[in-house]
């Protein structure tokens, strides 16, 4: 069975979101873990039908050396993103992580991704899906 982190901070709507369209297109094929920057992030998250979940910086950090795939806006990878809640830590963590990485191009930074086209939340996580992780899955 793969397992796959959502990681989400401030609301964790955009988290809530991939999670219900990932339930809903690989039921309990595989396991999701809500890492949340923040515990209401995570609480959301988890709502969304999240296997299990955890908040905060060490538990990010630890959690995600031991997974598939990590899933989430590209701001995880980028330090004191999301208001400050991405840590220097947690940004580097998810960088280095052998797992495969699925990044959205939604970010609240001062960060502007060249050449990308800008469309809805839906439409990135049904292209993340259909495009990257029915592929990743099948192997």
């Given at each position: 069975m793969k397992r796959i982190c959502v990681i989400d901070g401030q609301g964790g709507g955009i988290g809530s979101a991939i999670i219900k369209k990932l339930?809903?297109?690989f039921g309990e094929k595989v396991e999701i873990i809500a890492l949340g920057a923040n515990a209401i992030a995570t609480s959301l998250m988890l709502k969304a039908r999240a296997n299990r979940g955890a908040s905060g910086?060490?538990?990010?950090a630890h959690t995600i050396q031991s997974v598939d795939v990590i899933i989430g806006p590209i701001g995880i990878i980028l330090a004191n993103a999301m208001m400050g809640e991405i840590t220097p830590k947690i940004a580097e963590?998810?960088?280095s992580s052998p797992a495969k990485k699925l990044l959205i191009p939604?970010?609240?930074e001062n960060?502007?991704?060249?050449?990308?086209s800008s469309i809805p939340l839906p439409h990135f996580i049904e292209s993340l899906i259909q495009e990257n992780l029915k592929n990743f899955m099948d192997k």
């Open positions: 339930k809903e297109c910086e060490n538990a990010i963590a998810v960088a939604l970010t609240q960060v502007e991704i060249v050449g990308l």
